[in-house]
């Protein structure tokens, strides 16, 4: 278990429920699109156990989704994706902020992004 516990994320019993519901299915319906009990499926929405491989798979597949995606750690996605260490530490202290400060954050950078795509247009 510690294994597979490593290299699964601990955010998959929450996706899974979040999928899940977002399809409006009981447990046991998904259960029953897998190939896979009720019991089972509480248990992996609980992080008590984890699919299989091919279980992981038809999990992919009746969500329309990846299996990298309902294994991999959201967090870590992305912050492996931002290079700049000065950039993540402000984006760390912005998430400290209250909500409405964060949204006056993000109006002006969608701006600048705007303004600094037109200017690329313009110029080629």
């Given at each position: 278990m510690?294994?597979?516990?490593?290299?699964?994320s601990k955010d998959f019993p929450k996706k899974l429920k979040e999928l899940r519901t977002k399809k409006g299915w009981s447990q046991g319906q998904l259960g029953k699109r897998i190939g896979a009990d009720?019991?089972?499926?509480?248990k992996y929405e609980r992080g008590v156990m984890w699919p299989t491989m091919e279980l992981m798979v038809r999990l992919a597949k009746a969500f329309d989704v990846s299996v990298d995606y309902l294994?991999?750690?959201?967090?870590?996605?992305a912050i492996s994706k931002i290079k700049n260490q000065e950039l993540l530490h402000k984006i760390e202290e912005i998430n400290g902020l209250p909500e409405e400060d964060q949204y006056t954050i993000i109006s002006f950078?969608?701006?600048?992004?705007?303004?600094r795509k037109f200017e690329e247009l313009v110029n080629g």
């Amino acid at each position: 278990m510690k294994d597979k516990e490593s290299t699964l994320s601990k955010d998959f019993p929450k996706k899974l429920k979040e999928l899940r519901t977002k399809k409006g299915w009981s447990q046991g319906q998904l259960g029953k699109r897998i190939g896979a009990d009720l019991q089972r499926i509480s248990k992996y929405e609980r992080g008590v156990m984890w699919p299989t491989m091919e279980l992981m798979v038809r999990l992919a597949k009746a969500f329309d989704v990846s299996v990298d995606y309902l294994i991999r750690e959201e967090k870590n996605v992305a912050i492996s994706k931002i290079k700049n260490q000065e950039l993540l530490h402000k984006i760390e202290e912005i998430n400290g902020l209250p909500e409405e400060d964060q949204y006056t954050i993000i109006s002006f950078l969608d701006a600048f992004i705007k303004r600094r795509k037109f200017e690329e247009l313009v110029n080629g």
